[in-house]
């Protein structure tokens, strides 16, 4: 089993990240995995991509170009590049907040996360990445709350009053 | 146990843990997280970092270092190892151990910042002056290009020679699980190194050499040693088996696209399989010497318009056709892209 994801949204909304945590939970279960950014001359407002794959068998290339099974995406310009490129019967995560538009395809699942909405109202923005794993934990059966928790655990472990923010933002996006 | 990491800082903590006790560098993208990573780790692990004022002034710090016995590291991208290949070539004159990761964008010139393996003749065939080799390395992934690094050192040290770990800007950028193996680090003589001594002779480290007999002797001398990495350290990977009428040739990130390309032509009813260089130099010419004779074309893949291609026409010695793909420019291939040129090669179109 082959998950190809893709993470998208504009610079500083934390879609690389978001995809190094999803990349962390999978290999925490023991799966192979691999993350790649896009790393072009890009800048803070700019856009930001980033593919992961996750497979029980080794993985040939890193890129994720077409066949996504997986499309998370923060902003509307994310939405034009990659919703093409989604398989039919793929899963399309959203930020609602910024994407308000319907979905221009009847052949993918979707669910939608009001991810910037739900972070401004907690006073911080920041976690409007973590806000988007809610619909992941809604939609997909790739990893549960509590591997999330591990994961974010040991990737907090120095400074935990940021995994208390954290995982109040995915639970806010439930 | 594995942690996810970045090939770039995967390759700078291999080589803290392998011993290397100084780094000398000069920023350039896509390798900076090296020199980043270095700068905040070096010190802590009692080692020295020097971000150089220039390419020239980090390999020649470099020199300095590896006269010392001390394990040694730079790194740098297409346009900053161009600068550094001076140094190189005299790092080979004086048969001194370092490692030089090279992290390759496009090019030529300053050109872009995306993948390339536009370098091959760069790493292989070297831009500094008169008869050397080094060793090159180029592995596919972030665990592989972790072991190679550590396994540079060794080489390095055991055959008196600088060796590079090549990769490309997706490897140095691209994130995968990594597990630290605990490095080898064997004892080899150190009775040629500069610096305080106690009682021995006198060493003097110079790649400037006036009387031709013995400058003759001193190359004849190097190139036996080469004969020897040749012989011993020579690196590749193949599954090409009976019954394969394709065998796709591909190394570092390239191969990884390739194996998909290969899955897709056997879904196809096209058996291929990869030879995968994994050694550059000293080039694997014993993976063309016995293919089965099913194989009806050799299919070479790179992210250049060409040069890998001329070492395995080379290893071929004409026996059979050897097609090339490639792209450029940052441009890389899909899967799909590799396996439709192989259909229309054996298609005959």
Redesign the interface.
Known sequence: MTTRMVFSGFGGQGVLTLGQIIATIAMNQGKEVTWMPSYGPEMRGGTANCAVIVSDGPIGSPQVLVDIDVLCALNKPSIDKFLPKVRPGGMVLYNSSLITDALPRSDVDSVAVDATNIASAMGNLRVQNMVMIAGFLKATDLFSINEVKATLQDKFASNPSLLDINLAAIQQGM | M?V?MKGNEAVSEAAIRAGCKAFFGYPI??QNEIPEYMSQKMEASGGCFVQAESEVAAINMIYGAATTGTRVMTSSSSPGIALKQEGISFMCAADLPCLIVSVSRSGPGLAG??PSQGDYFQATRGGGNGDYFIPVYAPNGVQEATDFVQKAFDVAEKYRTPVMVLVD??LG?????VEFKKPVINEYDKSWVVGARSGRERNVINSLNLLPESLEQTNITRFRKYDEIIANETLFESTVADGDEVAVVAYG?PA?????SI?ELRADGIKAGLIRPITLWPFPEAAFAKLPASVKHIVVVELSQGQMVQDVKLAVGGRLPVHFYGRCGGM?F???EIAGQVKKIVRGE
């Open positions: 594995k996810l993208t896509p910042i995306l800007g997706m950028q691209m994130m995968e699980p990130t990884r696209i390739a194996v998909n899955e890389v899909e899967s799909s």
